[in-house]
T-cell receptor
């Protein structure tokens, strides 16, 4: 089945430490992968997409087809990065948007 | 506000009652999604529309759930004979058609079935 897997429910780091949020996908074609973020009391919003190869708020994500991964990284975490992060992709017969279960990033002062 | 809006924001209902939620997408978006989210879980796909056509409905969705998008604009999600297990946040999102398009989310409707 086509899915994304986020193995960590919670990732706790100290301010200034590096961050890596893991995402693995299961998809036979060329995936269109995204990271979405939900800050406290805010709606879910796009953080970045793999096709853009961009850095948003210091976060980057590289698609590794060999490892079928799309991990989200930031070299120095900030307290304002604390949020739920969801990996997502377009898949299935009708190309719908599918989400992983999410990882809560908690950045300690 | 030109974002996705959902109404109501909160709904408390007794078990067995019917409820209906509304979603107004961004006006030029032809894709509209409904998701359900429970505590500690990611958004779970329920159904989605391209214009007025319902393209897919999750097999997890019982026949108590129905969604419509009659003119390809706003959408409604109805749950008949609600059960306590239906308690969740119901999210709506819209996007343009095409690859790698961003989905824009509403703030959700929180349903509590008592």
């Amino acid at each position: 089945a086509q899915r994304v897997t986020q193995p960590e429910k919670l990732l706790s780091v100290f301010k200034g430490a590096p961050v890596e949020l893991k995402c693995n996908y299961s998809y036979s074609g060329s995936p269109e992968l995204f990271w979405y973020v939900q800050y406290s009391r805010q709606r879910l919003q796009l953080l970045l997409r793999h096709i853009s190869r961009e850095s948003i708020k210091g976060f980057t994500a590289d698609l590794n087809k060999g490892e079928t991964s799309f991990h989200l990284k930031k070299p120095f975490a900030q307290e304002e990065d604390s949020a739920m992060y969801y990996c997502a992709f377009y898949g299935g017969a009708t190309n719908k948007l599918i989400f992983g279960t999410g990882t809560l990033l908690a950045v300690q002062p | 506000d030109t974002g996705v809006s959902q109404d109501p924001r909160h709904k408390i209902t007794k078990r067995g009652q019917n409820v209906t939620f509304r979603c107004d997408p961004i006006s030029e978006h032809n894709r509209l999604y409904w998701y359900r989210q429970t505590l500690g879980q990611g958004p779970e796909f329920l159904t989605y529309f391209q214009n007025e056509a319902q393209l897919e409905k999750s097999r997890l969705l019982s026949d108590r759930f129905s969604a419509e998008r009659p003119k390809g604009s706003f959408s409604t999600l109805e749950i008949q004979r609600t059960e306590q297990g239906d308690s969740a946040m119901y999210l709506c999102a819209s996007s343009e058609q095409g690859p790698n398009t961003e989905a824009f989310f509403g703030q959700g409707t929180r349903l509590t079935v008592v």
